[in-house]
C-alpha cells in the first residue's frame, strides 16, 4: 500500500518493489544505507564545486588568489577540456543521486526523512561546512 501521508512503521518500500524492510534489522540497515548515501551527496557536491574552483584559478590554491584574480574575473575553461567533463560528470552523478534521495523520502516514512535529513547535516558538516567556503559563479547576473 502506498502511503500519502507520513507514518511511523518499520515496514517500508523504498525505491523498488524487491526493497522492502519486515524486521528491525532490514529496516536498521536501509536507514543506515539512506544515511550514508545521503552525506556521500554531500561529499560529491563539496568535490565538484572544489573541481570547479580549482580548474576557475588555474590550479593555484583558491585562498592565495588575489581580489583581483577573483573566480569571476577568470577565463572560461576550454569548451572541450578534462575539467569541464569531470565537472560534468559528478553534476550528473551528483544530480542522480539527488533524485534518487528525493525518491526515497517520497516514501513518507518518518524514519527515512528522519535518516536523510541526518545524513545531509552530518554531510554539510564534515565536507562541505569548513574553511575555504568560496562561491563559484558562472554568470556575474544576480538574475540568472
Known sequence: MMHMTFYWSRYVTLLIDSWKTESWTSYGLSLLACFIVSA?????????????????TGGSSPAAAS?????????KLGRWSAARFAGSALFGINSAIGYLIMLAV??????VLVAIVVGLAIGYLLFRNGEGDFAVVDNACACA
Request: proline share 9%.
Open 67 to 75: 581580489p583581483i584574480e577573483a573566480p569571476l574575473l577568470q577565463p
Open 106 to 111: 517520497m516514501s513518507f516514512n518518518g524514519g
Open 40 to 56: 556521500f551527496y554531500q561529499y560529491l557536491e563539496d568535490r565538484r564545486i572544489r573541481l570547479k574552483l580549482v580548474s576557475a
